[in-house]
């Protein structure tokens, strides 16, 4: 089992761009989250997924954009970076609620100059 | 929306005495909360949970505390070793909506030998 694998883990984008966030997981977990880690700061959720086709908003949704075709994929998209989405981003998945642990990927750090 | 504060923000002592690290959380129907710890450049990783139906629980260096009238739950790292040296996060969530977990933002445990 790979867990959970993101890509690109980092990326250098200009003010203006796009990018994808890729994330697949392969543990046929339901749940999936993407967070965001400024430096020495705590995680803040920004969309989440209780399984394929469903989505919701979380703490900080604003310039972001998710799907959730299939199981196993949760890509995040990033309209017209700005600097203050430099970040790490991390996605995250969790089989069911009452197990309560979520299995994180390496990160993505992204850089919006 | 839950909001954790976590204290303190940095966190050095010598290798073989305890650490304490101490959050709050402001949502009563809060039921499910861990502990990650993330290593420098690395993913966060779960090393404790407790659930709001106990007040303590311990995995053998490892003791979390929970009080939920005071709404406030802490960490407790006994003979610490310099692997214990990290980030370490306390989180809050509801479980049974969605299992969104609300971070606080994190103590760097630094253990001198």
């Known amino acids: 089992n790979a867990g959970v694998t993101q890509t690109p883990k980092f990326r250098i984008l200009k003010i203006g761009q796009s990018m994808t966030l890729q994330c697949a997981q392969d543990m046929n977990h339901n749940y999936m989250y993407w967070y965001r880690q400024d430096p020495g700061m705590g995680l803040k959720l920004i969309y989440y997924?209780?399984?394929?086709?469903?989505?919701d908003k979380g703490e900080v949704p604003n310039g972001y954009n998710v799907s959730r075709s299939t199981t196993e994929d949760f890509p995040l998209r990033l309209e017209l970076a700005a600097p203050s989405q430099t970040s790490v981003y991390f996605c995250a998945s969790s089989s069911d609620p009452t197990t309560g642990e979520l299995f994180f990927g390496e990160g993505s750090r992204l850089t919006v100059l | 929306g839950e909001n954790v504060e976590q204290h303190p923000s940095t966190l050095s002592v010598q290798e073989g005495d305890s650490a304490v690290i101490k959050c709050t959380y402001s949502?009563?129907?809060?039921?499910?909360f861990p502990w990650y710890k993330q290593e420098l450049g690395k993913r966060p990783q779960l090393i404790i949970d407790i659930r709001s139906n106990v007040g303590e629980k311990k995995d053998q260096r490892i003791a979390v505390t929970l009080n939920k009238t005071a709404k406030h739950f802490s960490l407790h790292i006994t003979e610490t070793q310099p692997e214990d040296s990290a980030v370490y996060f306390c989180?809050?969530?509801?479980?049974?909506?969605?299992?969104?977990?609300?971070f606080g933002g994190g103590t760097r445990v630094l253990v001198k030998p």
């Open positions: 949502d009563s129907a809060s039921n499910y």
């Open positions: 989180a809050a969530s509801i479980q049974a909506a969605g299992n969104k977990l609300t």
């Open positions: 997924s209780v399984g394929a086709g469903i989505t």
